[in-house]
């Protein structure tokens, strides 16, 4: 039976500094992000034929996973992937970097071109109410979506691909920004690997 484990991170901890400093990375990856491995795998110990599925077909199909081990599947296991994906998402040195030509295509056809998504995303990601993320997905047309999720809801859950994700629990950014969300989205901008975004966008 295979277990899940918090992939390293693809960069250093002080890599995203001054943005996200060092101290929130080690809170963040190596206590928080391990918390909801460990909480998912023991949900899915009980019914350890649900390993076998893909983490996509999981939350795709979510309401065929046990009444019981449901809401925790959503949340602890809503938890371990939206942080792979959200470590994913930032790469150092990515100041002024934009979406490759087809993710910006779309956002130019869907979202009125970058800037509009960028004052979309940031304004979903500041006022989402409470704990969650803002995101960035691609619908089953193939349209580009931005909306914000509460907790660890995943878009998958939605029928919708996840491109990007903005995390705005407390402890993505407390430490450093205290309760400047809006300061601590803003500074995100700067370290989006659109590279990798780009990637899913053309999956």
Same mark, same amino acid.
């Given at each position: 039976?295979?277990?899940?484990?918090?992939p390293a991170l693809p960069y250093a901890y002080d890599a995203l500094e001054p943005y996200i400093d060092a101290e929130t990375l080690h809170y963040h990856h190596d206590k928080h992000h391990k918390a909801y491995a460990d909480k998912f795998n023991a949900a899915l110990e009980r019914y350890p034929?649900?390993?076998?599925?893909?983490?996509?077909?999981?939350?795709?199909?979510?309401?065929?996973?046990?009444?019981?081990?449901?809401?925790?599947?959503? *949340? $602890?296991? =809503?938890?371990?992937?939206?942080?792979?994906?959200?470590?994913?998402?930032?790469?150092? %040195?990515?100041? /002024? &970097?934009?979406?490759?030509?087809?993710?910006?295509?779309?956002?130019?056809?869907?979202?009125?071109?970058?800037?509009?998504?960028?004052?979309?995303?940031?304004?979903?990601?500041? *006022? $989402?109410? =409470?704990?969650?993320?803002?995101?960035?997905?691609?619908?089953?047309?193939?349209?580009? %979506?931005?909306? /914000? &999720?509460?907790?660890?809801?995943?878009?998958?859950?939605?029928?919708?691909?996840?491109?990007?994700?903005?995390?705005?629990?407390?402890?993505?950014?407390?430490?450093?920004?205290? *309760?400047?969300?809006?300061?601590?989205?803003?500074?995100?901008?700067?370290?989006?690997?659109?590279?990798?975004?780009?990637?899913?966008?053309?999956?």
């Amino acid at each position: 039976m295979k277990k899940y484990e918090v992939p390293a991170l693809p960069y250093a901890y002080d890599a995203l500094e001054p943005y996200i400093d060092a101290e929130t990375l080690h809170y963040h990856h190596d206590k928080h992000h391990k918390a909801y491995a460990d909480k998912f795998n023991a949900a899915l110990e009980r019914y350890p034929e649900l390993y076998e599925k893909t983490l996509d077909d999981l939350f795709r199909d979510i309401e065929q996973v046990p009444d019981d081990i449901r809401m925790a599947v959503i *949340n $602890q296991g =809503g938890g371990y992937i939206n942080h792979n994906l959200f470590w994913e998402s930032l790469a150092p %040195k990515a100041e /002024g &970097l934009r979406p490759k030509a087809e993710l910006a295509e779309a956002m130019e056809r869907d979202l009125s071109g970058f800037d509009q998504f960028r004052e979309k995303l940031t304004a979903a990601s500041t *006022n $989402q109410f =409470g704990s969650g993320y803002g995101w960035l997905v691609k619908g089953s047309n193939g349209k580009l %979506k931005i909306y /914000g &999720l509460p907790n660890q809801d995943s878009p998958l859950s939605l029928g919708h691909t996840p491109l990007l994700l903005i995390d705005v629990w407390e402890h993505a950014y407390y430490l450093k920004y205290k *309760n400047m969300r809006a300061d601590y989205v803003n500074s995100i901008w700067n370290i989006i690997n659109w590279e990798k975004v780009s990637e899913r966008f053309a999956k």
